[in-house]
């Protein structure tokens, strides 16, 4: 497995800017593709973005894509998001986690390592 910390969270005004970083260690990080969940209160965890070994292929979801930027750091074992254009319904924990094959998805059930999660909170 892989273990996973979270970082960069806050408070931001609607609009705003946040990055946040997911440093990895244990399994090799560049063979893992990875991911960026998030979960708001009383819902679901949601799929949010994930990114190749690599690094070349990202994908997103609908709700944030164009606002969202995914991007991993292999010398450095690290993953980011880069959030633009901040809504209030982008409050949530964000989590990052590491998927259990090569290329990973959008359901978390095909991650087998998770982060303890950084709150995130949009305001008005």
């Known amino acids: 497995q892989v273990q996973l910390v979270e970082s960069g969270g806050g408070l931001v005004q609607a609009g705003g800017s946040l990055r946040l970083s997911c440093a990895a260690s244990g399994r090799a990080f560049s063979s893992t593709a990875m991911g960026w969940f998030r979960q708001a209160p009383g819902k679901e965890r949601e799929f949010v973005a994930r990114?190749?070994?690599?690094?070349?292929?990202?994908y997103y979801a609908d709700s944030v894509k164009g606002r969202f930027t995914i991007s991993r750091d292999n010398a450095k074992n690290t993953v980011y998001l880069e959030m633009n254009s901040l809504k209030l319904e982008d409050t949530a924990v964000y989590y990052c986690?590491?998927?259990?094959?090569?290329?990973?998805?959008?359901?978390?059930?095909?991650?087998?390592?998770w982060g303890q999660g950084t709150q995130v909170t949009v305001s008005s």
């Open positions: 990114i190749s070994r690599s690094g070349v292929r990202t």
């Open positions: 986690a590491a998927a259990r094959d090569s290329s990973g998805s959008y359901k978390p059930d095909d991650y087998d390592s």
